[in-house]
């Protein structure tokens, strides 16, 4: 069993950054790839980021590209995400989510489409205008 705490979100004016940030318990984490997904108000569950095993190989939806960065520190079963200039279309629940991967290149990236194994409890995120 794999949990996943998120930390970091909070309120920001447009413009500002903050940092997410994702923790798993237990001694397999870079078996796992891992993914950013956030849900508005009364709008489904969307895919923000996903990196390989590694970190070295990411995937980013066409809203958050150039001002969002998926990064994993493996030594600290964390996983990050870098927001910056964010706008207020941003304001969502943002979800840590777990695919285990362990007969998969370190280097691949999952699909947004996957069925994840573990999610997270969420962070807010509230960005004003």
């Known amino acids: 069993q794999v949990q996943l705490i998120e930390s970091g979100g909070g309120l920001v004016q447009a413009g500002g950054s903050l940092r997410l940030s994702c923790t798993a318990s237990?001694?397999?984490?870079?078996?796992?790839?891992m993914g950013w997904f956030r849900q508005a108000p009364g709008k489904e569950r969307e895919f923000v980021a996903l990196?390989?095993?590694?970190?070295?190989?990411?995937t980013y939806a066409d809203s958050v590209k150039g001002r969002f960065t998926i990064s994993r520190d493996n030594a600290k079963n964390t996983v990050y995400l870098q927001m910056n200039s964010l706008k207020p279309e941003d304001t969502a629940v943002y979800y840590c989510?777990?695919?285990?991967?362990?007969?998969?290149?370190?280097?691949?990236?999952?699909?947004?489409?996957?069925?994840?194994?573990?999610w997270g409890q969420g962070t807010q995120v509230t960005v004003s205008s």
């Open positions: 989510a777990a695919e285990y991967l362990p007969g998969y290149s370190i280097g691949y990236v999952p699909s947004p489409h996957d069925e994840y194994d573990y």
């Open positions: 237990g001694r397999t984490f870079n078996s796992y790839g």
């Open positions: 990196t390989s095993r590694s970190g070295g190989s990411r």
